[in-house]
């Protein structure tokens, strides 16, 4: 049970959803890392009335005594960004005083200050980026290559067998940031830990560093027959699969949660890490190496796919939270129906406009000249 699977229910308004989660036993007043909100905070930042008094009703606390991380109760939220009735209902439940006669929450210095905040502002309310952490942390892996890349090519050091030798040293190096992950063993867990702060953790960044390195010093190098090393990795991505999932895996697992052996489990996963993508790439080259239209199409939305899912999986979600379906057929309908709108609006205002050529060079019409 993933507490962070309370706070998407409390922001897209699912009460049912989120008494369910209770009703299983999760910890009503359990805290994100970072930033310290409670799933009544949650509620309070949106103001969803009906949220807040199922949290109430089931014994959340208003004002806990380790209060989020810049100090605000939900009560603090909810006045800041003028949701009247979640204000009411906090005041009440904190035993104070109730408005004066005749004096409107709107009367009182403060009420809604934060209603006309920017988006941007609202974010940091918030605290992290959501999927969006991807890109933010390929912004600094790209900014880090291209000072090295100029620091490499101002010095002459581009030529030799070195890249080629550093690149494989990336695989062991992986050891060093995975050593840090949940925090230092004390919080077990199998693979990188999340970061998702504007202020990426140094360990998460490192350890995506290692593979993003490996592939910039891979691109285009050749062995000594003049062969790409890409298409010799993994060659026999049967065996490396299977041991990676087979052995390296449950293994693993055994020394990440039963034996509790925290260099022994890390050296596996790291292991496993890097069996699992050798492993695909051989696949891979064996199974799409071949220009497939169809697969070349759904590669080009990829990106845009990805930015633009999440919105349209909650607003999915919201519509139909209320029908009376199975989870699975509504899982269904979400899946199918948020695909289809994501590659029609790629098709539609994506492809054809410089930020598609951008991303994946200039397509042309079809019927017209160039096409590609």
């Given amino acids: 049970m993933d507490q962070g699977d309370i706070f998407a229910l409390v ?54 005594v380790a209060s989020a991380s810049e100090g605000e109760t939900p009560l ?12 009411d209902l906090l005041v009440a439940y904190e035993g104070q005083d109730p408005l004066p006669e005749g004096v409107r929450w709107s009367d009182i ?61 990336m695989v062991p190096l992986t050891i060093v940031p995975q050593l840090s992950m949940g925090g230092g063993g004390a919080y077990p867990g199998f693979g990188s830990d999340t970061s998702d702060a504007l ?11 290692t593979f993003f390195t490996f592939g910039a010093l891979m691109y285009g ?29 449950p293994v693993g697992l055994h020394f ?36 497939r239209r169809g ?4 590669s080009d939305s990829a990106y845009w796919v990805y930015l633009i899912h999440l919105p349209l999986v909650v607003a999915a979600q919201i519509m139909v939270r209320d029908l009376n379906l199975g989870a699975g057929v509504k899982f269904l309908m979400i899946c199918v129906g948020v695909t289809a709108v994501s590659l029609l609006s790629y098709q539609a205002f994506v492809r054809y406009t410089p ?9 042309a019409r079809a019927g017209q000249v160039g096409r590609r």
């Avoid at 603090?76 to 204000?87: K, P, R």
């Avoid at 600094?140 to 890349?149: D, N």
Wanted: a negative charge; glycine letters at 10%.
């Fill in 76 to 87: 603090a939220l909810a006045f800041h960004f003028g949701h009247e009735e979640a204000t």
């Fill in 221 to 249: 190098r050749k062995h000594r027959d003049d062969r790409l090393v890409v298409d010799t990795i993994g060659r026999p991505w049967w065996l490396i699969l299977g041991v990676s999932f087979f052995l390296v895996l």
């Fill in 199 to 209: 202020l990426p953790l140094p360990h998460v960044l490192l350890y995506y560093a």
């Fill in 109 to 169: 210095p403060g009420f809604g200050a934060g209603a006309d905040e920017s988006a941007e502002d609202r974010l940091t309310q918030i605290d992290h980026l959501h999927h969006l952490w991807f890109l933010w942390f390929l912004l600094w892996l790209v900014a880090g290559f291209a000072v090295v890349a100029a620091f490499a090519d101002r010095f002459g050091a581009d030529g030799g067998v070195w890249p080629k030798r550093l690149m494989w040293l």
């Fill in 355 to 363: 930020i598609g050529t951008m991303l994946n060079g200039k397509k």
């Fill in 256 to 291: 990440t949660f039963v034996d509790l052996q925290w260099p022994v489990a890390s050296a596996l996963q790291v292991l496993y890490a890097w069996g699992m993508c050798f492993g695909l790439m051989g696949l891979f080259r064996v199974v799409l190496s071949g220009e």
């Fill in 295 to 298: 697969v070349r199409y759904l």
């Fill in 11 to 64: 922001f897209t308004g699912s009460v049912d959803g989120v008494e369910q989660l209770l009703d299983q036993g999760l910890d009503i007043d359990t805290r994100t890392e970072p930033g310290g909100w409670t799933p009544l905070h949650a509620a309070a930042f949106t103001g969803d009335a009906d949220m807040v008094k199922l949290l109430i009703s089931r014994g959340a606390q208003p004002a806990p």
